[in-house]
């Protein structure tokens, strides 16, 4: 009798990121008690989007991967369709700024789904002559394909994003086998440029490069940060407790739902809370490692380098944020922080691992 591929899918995996997403819900009802009524339901809407990501994690690892291989040139044409679509008809509380589709009273940010889309589109690219590493012209029609739309993101305009999708590609490219002569020269030559670049960002990316520089340009565009440094520093090592924050409670840290939760995890539950969560990411991250090394095929491999990428450069540029180590960046925590879409999406990509890991093996008759 055959057997089920879902006997290979990863329970502990799962296990996880429920437990991520969890805390994170935990933490957003305490950060945003005592706000507005839009705030306060903060959590409920994460919960809801929690379970939809679930369903929607189940039904992408239900997927074989390897379908999803030959349709390469769609899934890269719908993921710059995506791009295209937000810059036209995008969205932004901020200035002129088109990150956002707002269907309903739901905002979703299609840049993370085209990202997802895209890593699906080039590990068909790069594995295309497996065994084989990929060759040079492999690595220019992948760089260029992949900046197209990591410009379009830039666009939007949206900084820490479009370094998200470099970042994902440099992953690909040295999981490929790839000859990392054309990586290094291409590094060196962006280190060039960026000199160059620089005077042609908007000016708001500007400002915040240079307050990060000067913290003391700019005494009210560091507000925020100085507030999570104190946040952060109070919390000592078992924290103020849970809901007891003075710098979250009394409002003082602004945004502390979203790009600067861990700040509030620091101050309520101290060094303790703040290491158990990164202990859970370093549990997330060896499980998906782990997947990665037992892939049965270079597209499967390349799909959980991305996937793994997309989580954890997100975590690392949050965590740099928050301790002022980088300029300010809006890239959420993954799992923790609020935003129900980009959790959805999360999930998602998930499924793609939970689709390889599940395939990894030949089934038994």
């Not at 040139?73 to 993921?79: M, Q, T």
């Not at 975590?315 to 799992?335: D, E, S, Y």
């Amino acid at each position: 009798m055959r057997r089920s591929h879902w006997q290979y899918f990863d329970w502990r995996l799962l296990l996880i990121a429920v437990l991520l997403t969890i805390a994170g819900i935990a933490m957003i009802y305490s950060a945003t008690l005592g706000s507005g009524e839009t705030l306060a339901g903060s959590w409920r809407r994460q919960a809801i989007y929690a379970v939809a990501g679930l369903v929607l994690m189940l039904l992408t690892a239900a997927i074989n991967y390897r379908l999803l291989e030959s349709l390469q040139w769609p899934l890269y044409l719908l993921s710059i369709g995506i791009l295209l679509f937000t810059l036209a008809f995008g969205t932004s509380e901020i200035g002129a700024v088109r990150r956002f589709i707002y269907v309903g009273s739901v905002s979703i940010q299609p840049a993370f789904p085209a990202l997802i889309l895209l890593i699906i589109s080039q590990a068909s690219l790069l594995a295309r002559n497996a065994p084989n590493p990929p060759g040079g012209l492999e690595f220019f029609l992948s760089l260029g394909l992949h900046a197209v739309a990591a410009f379009l993101v830039f666009r939007q305009p949206n900084l820490s994003t479009a370094t998200l999708y470099m970042a994902v590609w440099v992953a690909l490219i040295f999981t490929s086998g790839m000859n990392l002569t054309y990586l290094g020269a291409l590094g060196m030559s962006g280190a060039v440029a960026i000199p160059l670049v620089i005077p042609f960002l908007d000016d708001y990316m500007q400002a915040r490069l240079l307050n990060f520089l000067d913290p003391t340009r700019d005494p009210v565009a560091n507000y925020n940060l100085d507030q999570a440094l104190i946040s952060i520093g109070s919390g000592g090592f078992l924290g103020k407790g849970y809901a007891a924050g003075s710098q979250s409670q009394l409002h003082f840290l602004r945004v502390r739902h979203t790009d600067f939760i861990f700040s509030v995890v620091c101050e309520e539950l101290g060094f303790l809370g703040a290491g158990l969560l990164l202990l859970l990411f370093g549990l997330l991250l060896w499980r998906l490692l782990r997947i990665a090394a037992n892939a049965g095929d270079l597209t499967g491999q390349l799909i959980v380098v991305g996937v793994i990428t997309y989580i954890f450069y997100q975590l690392l540029i949050n965590l740099g944020m928050n301790l002022r180590l980088i300029p300010v960046a809006g890239l959420p925590m993954p799992f923790i922080s609020s935003g129900g879409s980009t959790l959805v999406i999360t999930f998602m990509g998930l499924g793609l691992v939970q689709s390889v890991a599940m395939r990894h093996k030949r089934l038994e008759f």
